[in-house]
C-alpha cells in the first residue's frame, strides 16, 4: 500500500458519535492544565530490570508514551519524556524507571513533535553511548544538539535497520506541528520487527481504518496503543479513547495489547484513572483478560512472540 507524505490537517476517521462535546474555551483548557500543579506527584516504586530471554519481547511502561522496548538484544525507548514539567502541566506520576536508572539505550524513537512526545531536555539528558535516534520526517533539527550518534528521519514506509532489527515508519491519524503556527514537521508510528516477534507503536493517533490493513500486511505481536486524551470529545479527531483503542487492537491482529497515554500528565478533561478502567472492562466484556497487559508505570512484561503464549 502506497502512503502518501502527511496532511496538514489530520484525516477525519470518527467510526462512532463522539457523543455530546463539553464547552471548550482556551482559557479553560489551560486552567485545566495548570491545576496539575496543586497535585502531589506520585513516585512508583523501581522495580527490577526484565529479564529478556532468546524469542521473548520486554516492554516496560515508564510513563505517558515513554515505553522501553527490549528486542533480540536491542534497546529502544519511545517518545521519551522525562521532565518534572511540561510548562505549566506537572506530572501525576514520576518516570517509572528500572532499579538503577535505563539501561543503555540503542535507539530512540520520536514519532512527532508535539511537546508531551517530544521533550529536548530529556534528550538532551539521556544517558547515550552510541544511541541512533529514530524521527519523523523534519524532527531532526529538534534534536541536533542532544548528542546522538547518529538522526535517522523517515517517512512513511520508509525503513531503518540496526542489528537485526527492523523500524518501519507507518501512518497514523494525528498531527505534527511544534507550536502554534503550521509547519511541515512530519508524524507516524513505528513498526519494530526483530526474530523474536514484532511491536508497534503508533504514537498518537486516532482511530484509523489502516490499523486493518496493517493487520494483513504484518504479523504484530504487541500492539502499544494510547488510551488517553479523548474528552472533550472533539479530541477524538486525533486521539483513540478505550473504545477505540481495542477496535484497532482486533484490526491490527496483535497478539497482546499494551495500553499507554495515561495517568502520567492531565492532558484531557477526562479523569486520569479513567481510561485503565474503561479498559479492564472492555476486555473483560469481550473475553480479551489474557490479552491485555494493562501495565502499571515502571511495570514491565515479557511476550513469548510468534506463537501465542500468555505474558509473564
Known amino acids: 500500500m502506497s502512503v502518501a507524505e502527511p496532511p496538514s490537517r489530520p484525516r477525519r476517521w470518527l467510526t462512532q458519535s463522539p457523543g455530546i462535546d463539553e464547552h471548550f474555551s482556551v482559557a479553560r483548557y489551560v486552567a485545566h492544565l495548570a491545576r496539575s500543579s496543586f497535585v502531589a506527584t506520585r ?31 536491542v534497546t529502544i525507548l519511545t517518545d521519551p519524556v522525562l521532565s518534572e514539567r511540561l510548562f505549566v502541566v ?47 520526517r523534519n524532527l531532526g533539527d529538534l534534536l541536533s544538539r542532544s548528542g546522538y550518534a547518529r538522526i535517522v528521519e523517515l517517512g512513511w514506509e520508509e525503513q531503518f535497520e540496526h542489528k537485526g532489527v527492523r523500524i518501519t515508519a507507518l501512518a497514523v491519524n494525528h498531527w505534527g506541528t511544534r507550536g502554534l503556527l503550521p509547519d511541515r514537521r512530519g508524524y507516524g508510528g513505528f513498526l ?23 493487520g494483513r500486511r504484518f504479523s504484530i505481536d504487541v500492539a502499544v496503543l494510547p488510551i488517553g486524551a479523548y474528552r472533550p470529545a472533539s479530541f477524538r479527531r486525533v ?33 486520569p484513572d479513567e481510561p485503565p478502567r474503561w479498559i479492564r472492562q472492555l476486555a473483560a466484556d469481550a473475553g480479551l483478560e489474557a490479552r491485555l497487559a494493562l501495565l502499571g508505570h515502571g511495570e514491565g512484561r515479557v511476550f513469548r512472540g510468534r506463537n501465542g503464549e500468555r505474558p509473564r
Open 90 to 136: 506537572k506530572r501525576l506520576v514520576s518516570p517509572g524507571l528500572p532499579q538503577g536508572g535505563l539501561p543503555a539505550i540503542d535507539v530512540v524513537l520520536v514519532s512527532h513533535a508535539h511537546h508531551d512526545h517530544l521533550d529536548v531536555a530529556t534528550h538532551r539528558r539521556l544517558p547515550k553511548r552510541d544511541t541512533i535516534a529514530v524521527v519523523s
Open 43 to 73: 513516585h512508583p516504586p523501581p522495580r527490577p530490570r526484565l529479564r529478556i530471554a532468546a524469542s521473548e519481547i520486554g516492554v516496560t511502561f515508564i510513563g505517558h508514551a515513554t515505553v522501553l522496548i527490549e528486542i533480540d538484544g
Open 239 to 271: 486521539h483513540m479513547n478505550p473504545e477505540d483503542a481495542l477496535q484497532a487492537f482486533l484490526d491490527l491482529r496483535a497478539s497482546f495489547l499494551v495500553p499507554v497515554h495515561w495517568g502520567t500528565f492531565d492532558l484531557s478533561y477526562e479523569p
Open 192 to 214: 519494530v520487527e526483530g526474530a523474536s516477534g514484532a511491536v508497534f507503536f503508533p504514537g498518537d493517533t486516532a482511530y484509523t481504518p489502516l490499523f486493518r490493513e496493517y
